[in-house]
């Protein structure tokens, strides 16, 4: 089911509507910008009315908005990645080539990119340029003098370790000297949030190839501070508040912004930052072993601030760079939302968001990385340049950073491509289901009237003696794994099927279902075009009115064709185990089919029609 933190803020009318919205509901928060006053702010409100009026005009807005693409293959979305990185490599961003950059941290997101597109295709040219980098700054990671110096400084030991495991020749030890120096460093020293992804990964990467916990300890640390303090001698006029906003589930660039207020009277929450912050979870959870006692901590972080960023995504698929006034920079900007993206896109992909709710964000913000900022020379435009707040980005230069951050994002969505469907049913209709998230069109077969949503739920009115059923027949796919959810008042005589279809062929199919009978008990069930081939008892499950049930079917290969099902109570345990498994070579199945569900009440049921809700259906290849 659609969380109710996303289901008002993912309405139909993009993001300046909601940020109208937010401008009527309440008082301007009576903080003053920087060496301003209340009244200065109240002025700045007015005086961008015209500006908000022509954002308003130009936003996209819902009914303009396209529907959800199809889940992209992966050979698609990594020439996207390709295309990007390999233009830049030679175009640079004037100060620098790809054959000439340095080891600092405007560069190392996009060599991030190119070790991680190394070990995706294995050209042998990422090799190359991955090896000439190195090995141009003897495997050392650039530290400028200024306050910054470290972590940015420290990003490219990343990409040397990375490098190393992918079997180049690269001397770590430089990288070993720099990490044991930091081990003495001062809290403060991360004070900006940016610092999260450019060094915290490093930590638990650094414990696990030393084998000293003070690395694995110090992460957690440098964290903390981050969070729950966060003032600097580096920045005047700070107190230890913290940098994150636990009513926004955002974060602030540093101490300095935490009491300015925009010239709409919000909270300055800089996109890019952000993004930087989502990234840092997923990086640091993909180096953190999954005991660590910090991990629940970044794993709940990632959640928290992807509901909160999922409400604020325009309707073309991108953030902009001020998320909570995006009417004041009303351009898309491509550094944050392919941050966003890589960030959720690893979530769904490692199953910490739920696909039926994120997945339909992260494509709309690949097709808008790749139809907006992506253009056909390989020139990746809207990226913000070198900042610490919200600003316009450019449409005439690039950046290392941001196009790191696009081809890190293709890694990701690259490796999403299993998924065929999912469906929360989060609209309403009435005369059929409508199109899902992602799978296309349903169609249905059994009176129309009893089909319909009701912006939770997919609601199918099952008669007594009849099936309904519903096909997503945009999809095409032969060794599928389709669950959903179904629920509904218990029989009080007779049976209640709920039914997947894991492989349909026109009018054949192999489904997987669960029966409930009018005493509450339960049995799983493979059928092949309704003569059933197994079933078992689901033993210890009672179902009463009003429960649901999680139906997960599969079915994979052919000739023969494994067929299994597994059913259990949401709010309980997914068992480890298949309950029914058969196999089956019938012909006119041993092909690629669409996937879809049903329903049936016995004919001697009582009550004699039961409406059943469906929630959460995904479809993924394989098994």
């Known amino acids: 089911m659609l969380p109710s933190v996303l289901a008002a803020a993912r309405a139909p009318t993009g993001v300046v509507p909601r940020f109208v919205t937010g401008i009527a509901s309440r008082e301007l928060d009576p903080h003053p910008l920087p060496g301003g006053t209340v009244h200065q702010v109240r002025t700045a409100v007015a005086a961008v009315t015209v500006t908000l009026v022509a954002a308003l005009a130009a936003a996209p807005t819902g009914s303009a908005a396209a529907a959800v693409p199809s889940v992209p293959t992966r050979a698609a979305v990594l020439q996207s990645a390709r295309l990007a990185i390999d233009h830049f490599y030679v175009a640079g961003d004037g100060a620098s080539t790809g054959a000439t950059a340095n080891a600092g941290w405007r560069w190392a997101p996009y060599f991030m990119a190119v070790e991680g597109l190394y070990r995706e295709t294995g050209d042998a040219t990422y090799r190359q340029w991955l090896t000439a980098w190195g090995e141009r700054n003897a495997w050392t990671a650039d530290a400028p003098a200024s306050p910054t110096s470290n972590p940015d400084s420290r990003a490219a030991i990343q990409v040397f370790q990375d490098a190393a495991a992918a079997g180049l020749p690269v001397d770590l030890g430089p990288s070993d000297r720099l990490m044991a120096a930091d081990l003495s460093l001062p809290p403060e020293q991360y004070w900006w949030v940016d610092a999260m992804f450019m060094g915290l990964p490093l930590w638990p990467r650094w414990a696990a190839r030393t084998g000293n916990a003070a690395y694995a300890a110090k992460h957690a640390q440098l964290y903390d501070f981050l969070k729950y303090r966060g003032a600097t001698t580096w920045r005047s006029g700070c107190t230890n508040t913290g940098l994150f906003d636990a009513s926004e589930d955002l974060w602030w660039r540093d101490c300095m912004y935490v009491p300015r207020r925009d010239a709409l009277g919000h909270k300055v929450f800089w996109a890019r930052g952000n993004g930087w ?103 990746l435009s809207g990226c913000q340049s070198v900042g610490e707040a919200p600003g316009d980005p450019s449409t005439t230069s690039s950046i290392g950073y941001c196009v790191g951050a696009f081809g890190l994002a293709a890694l990701e969505v690259a490796q999403l491509e299993g998924w065929l469907a999912t469906d929360r049913f989060a609209r309403t209709t009435a005369g059929g289901l409508g199109t899902a998230d992602v799978g296309g069109v349903w169609t249905t077969a059994g009176s129309a009237a009893d089909f319909s949503t009701d912006g939770t739920t997919a609601r199918l009115r099952t008669p007594a003696g009849t099936t309904r059923t519903a096909t997503l027949t945009g999809v095409s796919s032969r060794d599928n794994d389709v669950r959903a959810t179904f629920g509904f008042a218990r029989p009080t005589a007779g049976s209640l099927y709920a039914a997947v279809a894991a492989r349909r062929v026109g009018s054949a199919s192999y489904t997987g279902r669960a029966v409930v009978s009018g005493t509450g008990s339960v049995q799983a069930q493979v059928q092949r075009s309704g003569t059933t081939l197994a079933a078992a008892t689901v033993s210890g499950l009672t179902f009463a009115t009003n429960d649901r049930l999680h139906v997960r079917a599969q079915a994979l290969g052919v000739s023969p064709t494994t067929v299994r099902v597994k059913v259990w109570k949401a709010g309980t345990a997914e068992p480890s185990t298949w309950r029914v498994s058969v196999t089956d070579a019938t012909a006119g199945l041993q092909t690629a089919g669409s996937i879809g569900l049903s329903t049936y009440l016995g004919g001697s049921a009582s009550p004699s029609s039961l409406v059943v809700t469906v929630d959460d259906l995904t479809a993924r290849r394989g098994g």
């Open 277 to 379: 912050v989502m990234a840092a979870m997923a990086r640091t959870l993909m180096a953190l072993p999954a005991t660590d006692p910090q991990a629940p901590e970044y794993r709940s972080m990632l959640q928290r601030m992807s509901a909160r960023v999922a409400q604020l995504q325009g309707t073309d698929g991108m953030w902009r760079s001020s998320l909570l006034s995006p009417a004041l920079h009303p351009a898309p900007e491509t550094s944050a939302t392919a941050l966003f993206t890589y960030a959720m896109a690893y979530g769904i992909r490692t199953g910490l968001l739920d696909a039926p709710t994120y997945l339909p964000v992260v494509l709309e913000a690949w097709r808008g990385l790749t139809t907006i900022a992506l253009q056909p020379s390989g020139f």
